[in-house]
């Protein structure tokens, strides 16, 4: 077990709803990034937060957003649900190595599995 | 492009024997890392093993040794002495040490290798 916890485990929502996910970094970890999986596909990297500011991003819309507190715990925000929103959302921890670097290595969270109807 | 390329959608093993997952990336930056995790059917992925770009010897944890080859770009997973426990996903993934601009942070995934391990 790697530490990193995230709630709710499942979650169904409708079109247009609004989610908010939730992620517990690992002890010691500074650094929280969210992936989000469909079903048959590796990860794709939604965002990256460092001591509470969005250090990265990747290709989503501005309807997803994030915060992370100053327990380095962390939120998934997505607006305006649509089905391909349908997904299992990572969330992954690690020290964050200052001035960037290769080596960060990312330990995952159980994920969430949302469901949008 | 693809950055990270898993060739083989699944593969079967004995009990016992060793496997070797392919996996080959694609990057221009000097500094990168390599990563191999385990994704069971529960979904948490695991992480196995890393390998840094400028690492002289192949990574080894465990039962879980990475073939590197860099000329190649090929970063290639051997599961030594298989268990029924191994079967699961296996995800090759790459970070750049200096993505640059917005993707800074980044995991690039492949799409994963299914290892089916029979008695």
């Known amino acids: 077990e790697t530490g990193v916890t995230q709630s709710p485990t499942h979650l169904i929502k409708t079109r247009g709803q609004q989610v908010t996910l939730r992620c517990s970094s690992q002890s010691g970890h500074n650094t929280v990034s969210w992936y989000q999986q469909a079903l048959g596909q590796g990860p794709q990297f939604i965002f990256q937060?460092?001591?509470?500011?969005?250090?990265g991003r990747g290709n989503f819309p501005p309807r997803f957003s994030g915060l992370q507190f100053p327990n380095y715990s962390s939120e998934l925000n997505v607006n305006a649900l649509e089905l391909d929103d349908s997904a299992l959302y990572l969330c992954?921890?690690?020290?964050?190595?200052?001035?960037?670097?290769?080596?960060?290595?990312?330990?995952f969270g159980p994920g969430t599995r949302l469901t949008v109807l | 492009a693809q950055k990270i390329t898993q060739t083989q959608p699944g593969m079967f093993v004995q009990e016992k024997e060793a496997v070797t997952l392919d996996c080959t990336y694609d990057?221009?930056?000097?500094?990168?890392?390599l990563f191999w995790y385990k994704q069971p059917s529960s979904g948490e992925m695991i992480f196995l093993i890393y390998q840094g770009s400028y690492d002289q010897q192949n990574a080894t944890e465990g039962r879980y040794s990475l073939n590197f080859q860099k000329a190649r770009k090929s970063a290639n997973l051997v599961i030594s002495a298989s268990q029924l426990g191994d079967s699961a996903m296996y995800f090759c993934a790459m970070r750049e040490g200096w993505a640059g601009g917005t993707s800074y942070g980044k995991l690039t995934f492949g799409q994963g290798t299914i290892l089916t391990v029979h008695p």
């Open positions: 937060y460092y001591r509470e500011e969005e250090n």
């Open positions: 992954a921890s690690s020290t964050g190595l200052a001035g960037g670097g290769s080596t960060d290595t990312q330990y």
């Open positions: 990057t221009s930056d000097p500094s990168y890392g």
